[in-house]
């Protein structure tokens, strides 16, 4: 029971309910199901993303390109339901997760295999990837009366009452909360974040798993560019540009760590949740949307002071993991030395 009241995840859970009642006693158009449905798709990108970042976050990583590969993504989806309207909605669907991932790959090799610092390769391939649109465009963009009709509605398509990115944001969080707490792959995320010497020791192939983390995010990249260019019905340069900043505010809100080896499916949710609700309430209450990114960077600043105060040592949360990890290994003996 005490862990349970000291849960971060249950602490935000529980400023969200206070604030999301707070707001509604304010204006009570703020909890009509239709502004919930409606921020909640909003909403559903960034929650995928975050995800997405969390696993390179976990790895010690960072992905500064996530906003640009999504923009790329779509670009090239968009573009084959331009040119090709006839082709399966799966498979446009498909291009843009396969571009994604290939970008993905490219910054996990570039981080894994040259051993360059994450926040430098990434940055180089988010302006790459933003070139690469302005070159595939020749500085042109996609329109909504250019894409195909059963590309734009499927997105804006509902099932009890809520709309498809949702479904799908449901679904992708179910499949990170699997691979992270029931797969061996899952857990050595964890530990190369938390230990990587240690992580080592029980067999764990450091650049494996960054390679696999940022071909992860690469990939969900891809999916949410075609989620956002169909859903907007508009492809350019600049979509989405700097959402890569509100993606690791949510991972950092949600109490992942800087770190790594730290972060949990349901934290970096809420954190998500979070910023959107703080979007939609901006409005609500009159307050200018100028205000958003102050609001925004101080509560970031002060979830890093939280998540600086609470964390243990690295060495201390590879334990867990290793013991699980290499339960059959003499290599542990090492570990626990």
């Known amino acids: 029971m005490t862990s349970l009241i000291k849960s971060r995840e249950l602490?935000?859970?529980?400023?969200?309910?206070i604030g999301v009642i707070l707001i509604g006693s304010y204006d009570p158009v703020?909890?009509?199901?239709?502004?919930?449905?409606?921020?909640?798709?909003?909403?559903?990108?960034l929650f995928m993303l975050a995800l997405a970042q969390?696993?390179?976050?976990?790895?010690?990583?960072?992905?500064?390109?996530v906003a640009a590969n999504l923009a790329l993504s779509g670009f090239v989806a968009a573009l084959v339901s331009q040119y090709y309207p006839g082709v399966p909605l799966a498979l446009m669907i498909a291009a843009g997760v396969a571009v994604g991932l290939l970008l993905g790959?490219?910054?996990?090799?570039?981080?894994a295999l040259l051993t360059i610092p994450p926040i430098v390769v990434t940055l180089g391939t988010l302006a790459v990837y933003r070139g690469m649109i302005i070159i595939l465009a020749g500085g042109d963009q996609v329109n909504?009366?250019?894409?195909?009709?059963?590309?734009?509605?499927?997105?804006?398509?509902?099932?009890?009452?809520?709309?498809?990115?949702?479904?799908?944001?449901i679904g992708v969080s179910i499949l990170f909360w699997l691979f992270l707490n029931f797969t061996r792959t899952g857990r050595g995320l964890y530990a190369v974040g938390g230990n990587p010497l240690a992580a080592r020791y029980c067999g764990i192939s450091q650049g494996r798993q960054e390679f696999l983390a940022y071909s992860i995010a690469g990939a969900v990249s891809g999916l949410c560019g075609y989620l956002w260019v169909a859903r907007y019905g508009v492809a350019y340069s600049e979509i989405a540009s700097g959402y890569e900043l509100t993606v690791i505010a949510a991972c950092v809100i949600g109490g992942v760590s800087i770190g790594g080896g730290v972060g949990t499916v349901a934290g970096?949710?809420?954190g998500a949740l979070f910023l959107g609700i703080v979007n939609t309430a901006l409005p609500v209450l009159q307050i200018s949307p100028f205000w958003q990114m102050a609001i925004a960077g101080a509560v970031i600043l002060a979830a890093v002071v939280i998540n600086a105060r609470a964390e243990h040592r690295p060495d201390k949360l590879i334990l867990p993991e290793a013991r699980r990890l290499g339960r059959d290994s003499g290599l542990l003996r090492r570990v626990k030395a």
């Open 11 to 17: 602490f935000l859970a529980l400023i969200l309910v």
């Open 30 to 45: 703020f909890v009509r199901w239709q502004n919930i449905s409606d921020m909640l798709t909003e909403t559903s990108v």
């Open 54 to 65: 969390m696993v390179v976050i976990l790895t010690r990583g960072i992905d500064l390109s």
């Open 105 to 111: 790959m490219i910054n996990g090799a570039l981080v």
């Open 144 to 169: 909504a009366s250019e894409m195909g009709d059963v590309f734009q509605a499927f997105p804006k398509q509902t099932f009890l009452g809520l709309t498809t990115p949702i479904w799908i944001a």
């Open 268 to 270: 970096t949710l809420l």
